[in-house]
Antibody
Framework: EVQLVESGGGLVQPGGSLRLSCAASGFTFSSYEMNWVRQAPGKGLEWVSYISDSGSATHYADSMKGRFTISRDNAKNFLYLQMNSLRAEDTAVYYC??????????WGQGTLVTVSS | QSALTQPRSVSGSPGQSVTISCTGTTSDVGRYDYVSWYQQHPGKAPKRVIHDVSERPSGVPDRFSGSKSGNTASLTISGLQAEDEADYYCCSYAGRYTLVFGGGTKLTVL
């Protein structure tokens, strides 16, 4: 059974940084592309970032470019999202999501990031 | 990266059918057969119910079906049940390793 467990969320001040982690199990992590998707309170889903199975290719939504960095450790079965220069509008639940073919996603339970002073 | 357009809400009575539309552009829905749909109950993570426009993952009831015509994809839920009440989001591959989501549709089972 695919399991994705996010951690690292919390309260951070504007301009601050946070690193999210996602522990993957139940599948061969190194064989799958991964994504981060977020959902602001009461709002819809927003794609954040993509990383290839090897980690050699990464892509970001325009509003995150230069501030967020996606990475992975295939030896430890972990996905990461380093978030810098955080803004109030980055407040959201952040989901780790596994590509399950045809650019469709299977999701973790999410971790809440709150950016506020 | 503009969001796909979905109706904000739809409703239906138990046993009826409802269809949720998802309109994109020639750069996403119209170009790729990589449309997926997700069901999200309050406080829960999204769950994949359709992928590749019309394919159902294992365990998803065959009451859920998907289709696409031009720049518009659709999710149809037949034989509505109370547990189908949820938010539904469409998603399309938009090229260059990016994804775009719809704004979400709240399904109410009357």
């Amino acid at each position: 059974e695919v399991q994705l467990v996010e951690s690292g969320g919390g309260l951070v001040q504007p301009g601050g940084s946070l690193r999210l982690s996602c522990a993957a199990s139940g599948f061969t992590f190194s064989s799958y592309e991964m994504n981060w998707v977020r959902q602001a309170p009461g709002k819809g889903l927003e794609w954040v970032s993509y990383i290839s199975d090897s980690g050699s290719a990464t892509h970001y939504a325009d509003s995150m470019k230069g501030r967020f960095t996606i990475s992975r450790d295939n030896a430890k079965n972990f996905l990461y999202l380093q978030m810098n220069s955080l803004r109030a509008e980055d407040t959201a639940v952040y989901y780790c999501a596994k590509d399950s073919g045809g650019w469709s996603l299977d999701w973790g339970q999410g971790t809440l990031v709150t950016v506020s002073s | 990266q503009s969001a796909l357009t979905q109706p904000r809400s739809v409703s239906g009575s138990p046993g009826q059918s409802v269809t949720i539309s998802c309109t994109g552009t020639t750069s996403d829905v119209g170009r790729y057969d990589y449309v997926s749909w997700y069901q999200q109950h309050p406080g829960k993570a999204p769950k994949r119910v359709i992928h590749d426009v019309s394919e159902r993952p294992s365990g998803v009831p065959d009451r859920f079906s998907g289709s696409k015509s031009g720049n518009t994809a659709s999710l149809t839920i037949s034989g509505l049940q109370a547990e189908d009440e949820a938010d539904y989001y469409c998603c399309s591959y938009a090229g260059r390793y990016t994804l775009v989501f719809g704004g979400g549709t709240k399904l109410t089972v009357l």
